[in-house]
């Protein structure tokens, strides 16, 4: 299980821009990870235009901030096009990433269960390990919270 102080999980996934991002390789940049259910949906859109208009404040901290969903690369594509994002997105089709940061979870809508990403954002320092866990995020606010933390880095 992750938890605060914990080393990040290394990982290399594709990404927006036809870059492979290595985790790793962004040291000693801090890095927020957004784990996000699914392109192009209410609250995921909002979400990640929250991150990109922040995008600046979040480069003058040093930071990275990268989206990841199960989405296909040519989905995470089309759908920055649409909304205009800043946010880099990375594409775990496997969902090997999302199993390793602990948020492929049960979850239950409209008295069905199935298998999703649970909406959970992830602050990495300098040094690999991991800052802050937001689980179960609410996106009204969150994007500036995590700012914040970025901050007082």
Not at 93 to 105: I, M, Q, R
Request: glycine fraction near 10%; aromatic fraction near 8%.
């Amino acid at each position: 299980m992750l938890s605060e102080g914990s080393p990040a999980p290394d990982f290399t996934l594709p990404g927006t821009g036809g870059d492979a991002v290595t985790l790793s390789a962004l040291r000693p940049a801090p890095v927020v990870l957004f784990f996000y259910p699914k392109d192009d949906t209410p609250g995921c859109t909002t979400e990640n235009k929250d991150f990109t208009t922040l995008a600046p404040e979040f480069a003058k901290g040093g930071a990275r901030v990268l989206g990841i969903s199960k989405d296909p690369l040519s989905k995470h594509e089309k759908f920055r096009a649409k909304h205009e994002l800043a946010t880099e997105l990375l594409s775990d089709a496997e969902g090997t990433v999302c199993e390793d940061y602990g948020v492929w979870k049960e979850k239950k809508m409209y008295g069905k269960t199935f298998m999703g990403i649970e909406r959970t954002t992830v602050l990495i320092g300098a040094d690999g390990k991991v800052v802050k866990i937001w689980p179960k995020v609410k996106v009204a606010g969150h994007a500036e919270e995590v700012l914040k933390e970025v901050q007082a880095l």
